[in-house]
C-alpha cells in the first residue's frame, strides 16, 4: 500500500481533480489517501498554499495541478519502487 497525503485547501477545485485522480488510481494499485488542509497548519499554509495540489509520498512531492491520472500513476510507481 503507498500512503499518499494530498496536500489541498478548501474549495480547490483543482484539489478535487487530484483526489478524484487518486481515488481512480486506487483501483489498480492499494492506495491509503490523507487529504491534509493546508490552511490548518501555519507551516504547511506558508509551504503549499500556492502549489495546491500537491502529492506527497515520503519525502517525494508532486505539483498535481492539471496533472492527468496516467502522469500521476507514472509518479506513483516511481516513487513506489
Do not use: H, N, Q
Request: glycine share 10%.
Amino acid at each position: 500500500m503507498i500512503r499518499v497525503r494530498l496536500m489541498a485547501r478548501p474549495d480547490c477545485g483543482l484539489c478535487d481533480e487530484a483526489l478524484g485522480a487518486l481515488r481512480r488510481l486506487s483501483r489498480r494499485t492499494s492506495l491509503d489517501i490523507e487529504r491534509v488542509d493546508v490552511t490548518r497548519d501555519p507551516d504547511l499554509l506558508g509551504r503549499y498554499l500556492v502549489r495546491v495540489p500537491v502529492l506527497v509520498v515520503g519525502g517525494a512531492e508532486l505539483d498535481a495541478a492539471g496533472i492527468d491520472d496516467a502522469a500521476i500513476g507514472r509518479w506513483l510507481d516511481e516513487v513506489a519502487g
